[in-house]
């Protein structure tokens, strides 16, 4: 069984090694313990079930390993055009494509989050929340400078809208955060809610 947490530890466990999400709950004022959870995420054919079930799955994984006494939080963030979800590039040359593939288009970014609070055995709030990112028309240029510069062939679409984001994206409608992974709008009440914004805010501790 899982150790119980003490009253100097955080209550919270972040289960993703996302520096981006880390940063967000930071700034609303949660103190939490990152420990990314090793899950396999189902690859369903609809992108809101599947960034929905890899959430969950995540959550499911880092609550084995964390005990019912601490509250978790898992999420799973997707990038969707046309209805299908747009992964990972591959290597350089597919992330440039996909950047083209994303020129002067419209796109959906998808952010599902699975948060129990301590106390529920585990059993998880879930929601999904979804902003529309508009990319500026690119050259095959643009998007090599971009990715040369922003280095983000680690990202969901191959892009991040808070490095160098002006530099392909043209508009956004919706969270600025849920493009970066975490809706902080819906996060926060969730995290107040259950108590655990009541200390100053500090950052995560490591464990």
Do not use: C
């Not at 396999?40 to 054919?45: A, G, V, Y």
């Amino acid at each position: 069984m899982p150790p119980l947490p003490s009253e100097s530890e955080p209550r919270l466990v972040l289960a993703s090694a996302s520096p981006r999400r880390a940063a967000i709950l930071a700034q609303l004022g949660a103190r939490f313990v990152v420990r990314p959870a090793d899950a396999e995420e189902p690859l369903l054919p609809d992108p809101v079930a599947r960034v929905r079930a890899a959430a969950l799955a995540k959550h499911a994984a880092a609550v084995r390993s964390a005990g019912p006494d601490r509250a978790v939080l898992a999420a799973d963030t997707l990038v969707e055009l046309d209805g299908e979800a747009i992964g990972k590039p591959r290597d350089p040359e597919d992330a440039v494509a996909t950047l083209l593939r994303l020129s002067g288009r419209e796109h959906l970014v998808r952010t599902a989050v699975a948060a129990s609070a301590p106390g529920r055995g585990g059993e998880p709030d879930v929601f999904v929340e979804t902003s529309a990112v508009r990319f500026r028309v690119l050259t095959r240029a643009d998007a090599r400078g971009y990715l040369r510069d922003a280095r983000t062939l680690d990202r969901a679409g191959a892009y991040d809208i808070a490095t160098m984001g002006d530099r392909v994206v043209e508009s956004l409608s919706g969270s600025f955060t849920n493009v970066m992974g975490l809706p902080a709008e819906r996060v926060g009440p969730w995290l107040t809610a259950h108590g655990l914004l009541a200390a100053p805010p500090g950052g995560a501790a490591r464990g």
